[in-house]
């Protein structure tokens, strides 16, 4: 989440007992330097960074945490393959966020130590397939410890992801509407305000579909699209969109990525919060279908 999960969002998700993430999305080393800073002054408790593949500062992303030995990377919106093996060298786990069974078998291969299966209903980049079909197909496919994202907002989404045999969730959304998260106010409460079809997507002619919360940004692109406009007229219209909405709290004009499951959350709360009543939710479902299985 470029923008939004900064070392204050990632720190906090550490603290709380998750592992939190920063988003290096489209930014220059020197900027996640600062990010990375932040997490190590506030909590002594892992974390990881998500590099963003199609970034133009990608491979100072990766000179830059493999100097700080960041512990757990993890990947998005393309193939690490050219980058595991510096990071393995060093002891860094690396989690490559895979849309489909033929990459994530690809990346097992290659040493990834675990992967993020991230369903369609995501925010942001995406890929193809639901997180119901996509689960089960890659745990069945690979042997390294898989965790289910898109569209797991709480305790039943987290269930779900059990029961289809992932070992863990991201959540993305879910946090953007915590109180450590740094994103402008207009950008949390355009989430709590958002219904069930209100996240929807552009940019497929690109070859990078992006989910965001339908606005006159969104309006525009899906007109340019209808009109057969050009890859890079597409592109160019998106350029510098999720900085405008998160930080200058531009909702109209500005890239509001969130999932579809936006339209489940209606608060903001604090992230320690947020951790514990998923944990909570999930054990009581976990044990009420256990109970149920055994005839209870
Ligand atoms: O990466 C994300 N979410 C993101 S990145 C981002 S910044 C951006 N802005 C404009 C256009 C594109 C990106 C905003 N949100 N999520 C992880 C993710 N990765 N979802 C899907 C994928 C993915 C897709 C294709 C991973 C690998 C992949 O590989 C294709 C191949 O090479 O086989």
Redesign the pocket.
Known sequence: ??WVATGELAAAVSQAGGLGVI?A??APADVIRKEINKVKEKTSKPYAV?I????PFVDDIVDLLIEEKVPVV???????GKYIERFKKIGTRVI?????V??AR?MEKIGADCL?A?GTE??????ELTTISLIPQIVDAVNIPVIA??GIADGRGMAAAMALGAEGVQL?TRFVCSKECTAHENFKKAIIDARDRDAVVT?RV?G????NLKNDLTREIQKLERKGASKDEI?EL?TGR?RLAVKEGDINQG?V?AGQIAGLINDIQPVELIINNIIEETDGILTDLGGKNNGA
């Open positions: 989440m470029a988003g999305g489209n998500n963003m593949l199609l970034s993890t990947t998005g919106a393309g193939n690490p490559p966020v895979v849309p489909s033929a990459l690809r993020i991230e995501a925010g942001g980049h995406i890929g994202a898109g993305g940019g690109t990078h579909p992006v989910r592109e998106g999720l890239s990525m």
